[in-house]
């Protein structure tokens, strides 16, 4: 158990809909990080956020949005959803210069 | 532009052989890179990580290689076990990157262990 809590575990939803995943972080670890995971592009780094704050952005599209709450867990928000977003997304975190613990991901399905 | 190479990208091993992975970089500013294990419905678990200043680091069964000129790393899996089977993941990172560590990963091995 990596201590990073992610939920749903299944998303099933319909084009042009709106979903929320959510990330409980390993306590303390102030990093949160949000990849998606297809066949295709493998493990892509979308986000970062550090103690509420947005630190990096990677291949997030303009329809994916994300934050940090004050409680340190992190929600990442896809929208206008497309048959290609079909992935698993991954939310780690970490402490600073530690390695980045995974959670089991959020499988979404759009059909 | 993919940034880590991965090789090779299935992998079949007899029980008790080394299954070996290798790794590519392009980028001189990484200066950490971290082996991580998945399995099926399972999100990446960290199997082992080296930084630049030493060549090679041994966990167990499990050893990197590391080779700053060439800009290669390898995995080397030593009397590979049924029970390793699972998907390797190579990935870089540097903390130069604007400050954040995020990972750039390499494609994946798919490591079948044959009993």
């Known amino acids: 158990d990596s201590g990073v809590t992610q939920t749903p575990k299944h998303l099933i939803t319909a084009t042009g809909q709106r979903v929320t995943l959510r990330c409980s972080p390993r306590?303390?670890?102030?990093?949160v990080y949000w990849y998606q995971q297809s066949l295709d592009q493998g493990l892509q780094f979308l986000i970062q956020?550090?103690?509420?704050?947005?630190?990096a952005k990677g291949n997030i599209l303009e329809r994916f949005s994300a934050q940090q709450f004050p409680d340190l867990h992190s929600e990442l928000n896809l929208s206008s959803l497309e048959l290609g977003d079909s992935a698993l997304y991954f939310c780690?975190?970490?402490?600073?210069?530690?390695?980045?613990?995974f959670g089991d991901g959020t499988r979404l399905s759009i059909l | 532009q993919q940034q880590v190479k991965q090789s090779p990208q299935s992998l079949i091993v007899q029980k008790g052989g080394i299954s070996i992975i290798n790794c590519a970089y392009e980028?001189?500013?990484?200066?950490?890179f971290p082996w991580y294990q998945q399995f099926p419905g399972k999100g990446p678990a960290l199997l082992i990580a080296?930084?630049?200043?030493?060549s090679e680091k041994k966990e167990g069964r499990f050893t990197i290689s590391f080779n700053k000129s060439a800009k290669q790393f390898s995995l080397h899996i030593m009397d590979s076990q049924p029970g390793d089977s699972a998907t390797y993941f190579c990935?870089?990172?540097?903390?130069?990157?604007?400050?954040?560590?995020?990972?750039?990963f390499g494609k994946g091995t798919k490591l079948t262990v044959n009993p």
């Open positions: 780690a975190s970490s402490e600073p210069r530690q390695p980045q613990h």
């Open positions: 306590s303390g670890d102030l990093s």
């Open positions: 956020y550090y103690n509420g704050e947005e630190r």
């Open positions: 980028n001189t500013a990484f200066d950490y």
């Open positions: 080296i930084r630049p200043d030493v």
């Open positions: 990935a870089a990172a540097g903390v130069n990157q604007g400050g954040s560590e995020k990972l750039v």
